[in-house]
């Protein structure tokens, strides 16, 4: 079991650039596939990108890529997204997730998650 802090949201305006971290406990974090999330309310929640437990590989939603970068520090715990370029429609709800086991990506199931930080893009 992994618990998951995420922070780093705020108020940016288009064009700009947020860095958000999430934070595990647990001595397993290593073994873990990680991914990052976002929803809007009133819709359903997205996959943004997923990082495998090394971090050797990573995987994007199409409207990220080039702009969004998913990385995580095994030593320190913690998972990060820096999100460049901002658009509007990246307003949303980030959350953190952690899925154990091998097989990695953004849109299978993750059975941990944070309480998500907000992005709002103006």
């Known amino acids: 079991h992994v618990q998951l802090v995420e922070s780093g949201g705020g108020s940016v305006q288009a064009g700009g650039s947020l860095r958000l971290s999430c934070a595990a406990s647990?001595?397993?974090?290593?073994?873990?596939?990680m991914g990052w999330f976002r929803q809007v309310p009133g819709k359903e929640r997205e996959g943004v990108a997923a990082?495998?437990?090394?971090?050797?590989?990573?995987f994007y939603t199409e409207s990220v890529k080039g702009r969004f970068t998913i990385s995580r520090d095994n030593v320190k715990n913690t998972l990060y997204l820096q999100l460049n370029s901002l658009k509007s429609e990246d307003s949303a709800m980030y959350f953190c997730a952690a899925r154990p086991g091998g097989i990695c990506g953004y849109s299978l199931n993750f059975s941990n998650w944070g309480q998500g930080t907000q992005v709002t893009v103006s």
């Open positions: 990082i495998t437990n090394r971090g050797t590989s990573t």
């Open positions: 647990g001595r397993t974090y290593g073994k873990w596939c």
